[in-house]
Nanobody, 123 residues
């Protein structure tokens, strides 16, 4: 089991950037696939990005491809989400997630979740 704590959310203007961080506890962080989901206001939770633990392969949701980048630092037990060219529709609570099972492309059903961090993009 792994515990996840997100940080880095906040208010940003459209076109700006933010970097989210997710610190994970546990000695086997490097053997977990790590990722991000988000829940926009009034909408369902949606997949954002995932990075596998085998090979460090990355996959993104269609709405963030080319703008967001996921990365991980196994020495720091941390996964990052660099968000550029933010749009108002990126406003959501962003959740860090983890699972020992690697994703199959962008199909991934993680079992471990953080509490979430709010990202608000203003016009």
């Amino acid at each position: 089991q792994v515990q996840l704590v997100e940080s880095g959310g906040g208010l940003v203007q459209a076109g700006g950037s933010l970097r989210l961080s997710c610190a994970a506890s546990g000695r086997t962080f490097s053997r977990y696939a790590m990722g991000w989901f988000r829940r926009p206001p009034g909408k369902e939770r949606e997949f954002v990005a995932v990075i596998s633990w085998i090979g460090g392969n990355t996959y993104y949701g269609d709405s963030v491809k080319g703008r967001f980048t996921i990365s991980r630092d196994n020495a720091k037990n941390t996964v990052y989400l660099q968000m550029n060219s933010l749009k108002q529709e990126d406003t959501a609570v962003y959740y860090c997630a983890a699972d020992w099972r690697d994703p199959y492309g962008s199909t991934w059903y993680p079992q471990e979740w953080g509490q979430g961090t709010q990202v608000t993009v203003s016009s």
